[in-house]
C-alpha cells in the first residue's frame, strides 16, 4: 500500500485524477453491488416468511384457560359462559387473523427489499459500464 501511494505522488495532477477517479468509480460500484446483494437476501428472507410465517400461538388450552380465569372478573361479577364451540371458533379465528398479520408484514418487507434491488441496481450497471469503457480506451 505505501508503494501505491508513492507512485500516486509521483504522478502528474492528470494521471493523479484518473487514479482517484477510477478508485471513486469501484468503489460506487462495490458499495451499490452490496446494497442489490442485501436487497436480494431480505427479499428472499421476506418471501420465506410469507409462505411460511413464523408466528407463535398460544395453545387452545392457553387460550381457554385465558378466557375462563379472566382477572377482570375477580369482583363477583358476571361473566358471560361461552359454550366450548364458540371459544374453538374464537380461537380458530385468532390463529388464522394472526397468521394473516404475518404474511402481510412479510409482504411489506418485501417491497421494502425490492427498494434496495431497484434504487441501486441503476447506478451500479452505469459505473460497472464506465469502468469498462475507461478500460478499454486505455
Known sequence: MIVV?????????????????????????FITLVMVIGGGVFAFMAVADYVSPGTYTETYEEFKNMREYNPKFENNEEKEEISEEELKRQYDVMV????????????????????????????????????????GTK
Open 5 to 29: 501511494g508513492k507512485q500516486v505522488i509521483n504522478l502528474n495532477d492528470e494521471e493523479r485524477d484518473d487514479v482517484i477517479r477510477q478508485v471513486y468509480h469501484y468503489a460506487v460500484a
Open 96 to 135: 388464522e387473523q394472526r397468521i394473516e398479520n404475518e404474511k402481510q408484514r412479510a409482504l411489506n418487507s418485501f417491497v421494502k427489499s425490492l427498494g434496495w434491488i431497484i434504487i441501486p441496481l441503476p447506478i451500479f450497471i452505469f459505473f460497472q459500464r464506465r469502468i469498462s469503457r475507461e478500460k
